[in-house]
DNA sequence: CCCTGATTCGC
DNA sequence: GCGAATCAGG
């Protein structure tokens, strides 16, 4: 197999889409992953997070991650590893987690836990359950404020979502808003925040869990091995045909 | 072991 | 240019 155009155009699409090396080989056909990814270099596409950080780069991206810390309004560029010149290690002043102020809802998981509608191919690789219990305060608009030691350089840019008022307007009284939620009612959103009609599911919870029994059955799915899984349909249809 | 991406180097 | 072999971390 060679590398045509068409497949040229496959593998950079699905490799700025965030697919493995594998999964890409394994859609192209004919070809091993360590040719997706010496095919990808070759075409420059710009390395995505390596498992692989030599100790010479870790020393230099916690340095980074120090300056981002304490200087929030520079983006830190990752350096070379070879001309990078390590600053002095300063001693890490861990900024103590300070009190989060006093929640104006009682509510503080609905960020997190209306991912799972978001159906992005990269969404069904995470599990459900990675999240520490964070004492937050949520904003006017729903956005769950951050307390000031979690700050961090934003990596990607914020969601050109509108924000919205949390108090909807009286047509929407009967939906569930933010405002409405509790540990007995369904927390599913529907719709997307900024969207007039944003609300959440609001049925009785299924005990123990944040959603209503059917919303459970889309929230927690059995994971099947990697083996078994079919390949992700591509969220943008495929590759582009030129 | 499995997986990942990066790199090297003979072709 | 290509990709198997190898490396190295998770």
Request: hydrophobic content about 35%; some cysteine.
């Amino acid at each position: 197999m060679s590398w045509t155009d068409e497949r040229i155009d496959t593998l950079k699409t699905m490799w700025e889409a965030g697919q493995t090396a594998s999964q890409i080989a394994e859609a192209l056909g004919g070809v091993s992953r360590n040719a997706v990814i010496g095919k990808a270099h070759r075409l420059g596409l710009q390395s995505r997070p390596s498992p692989v950080v030599s100790k010479e780069e870790a020393r230099a991206q916690v340095a980074a991650a120090q300056d981002a810390a304490s200087m929030t309004d520079t983006v830190p560029e990752v350096a070379e590893a070879e001309t990078v010149v390590i600053a002095e290690p300063e001693p890490v002043i861990a900024p103590a987690p300070p009190p989060a102020p006093e929640p104006v809802v009682d509510e503080d998981e609905v960020e997190e836990e209306a991912e799972p509608v978001a159906a992005a191919p990269a969404a069904r690789e995470r599990p459900v359950e990675s999240q520490q219990p964070i004492l937050r305060s949520v904003g006017p608009g729903g956005f769950v404020r951050q307390s000031p030691g979690e700050q961090q350089a934003p990596s990607t840019p914020a969601p050109p979502r509108r924000l919205v008022p949390a108090r909807t307007a009286p047509e929407y009284a009967d939906k569930t808003s933010l405002l409405d939620l509790s540990d007995k009612v369904c927390k599913w959103p529907l719709g997307h925040p900024g969207e007039p009609d944003f609300h959440f599911c609001g049925e009785k919870v299924n005990p123990g869990f944040p959603y209503c029994v059917t919303h459970c059955g889309h929230a927690y799915q059995a994971q099947l091995p990697r083996r078994d899984r079919r390949a992700p349909p591509l969220p943008f249809g495929g590759p582009r045909m030129r």
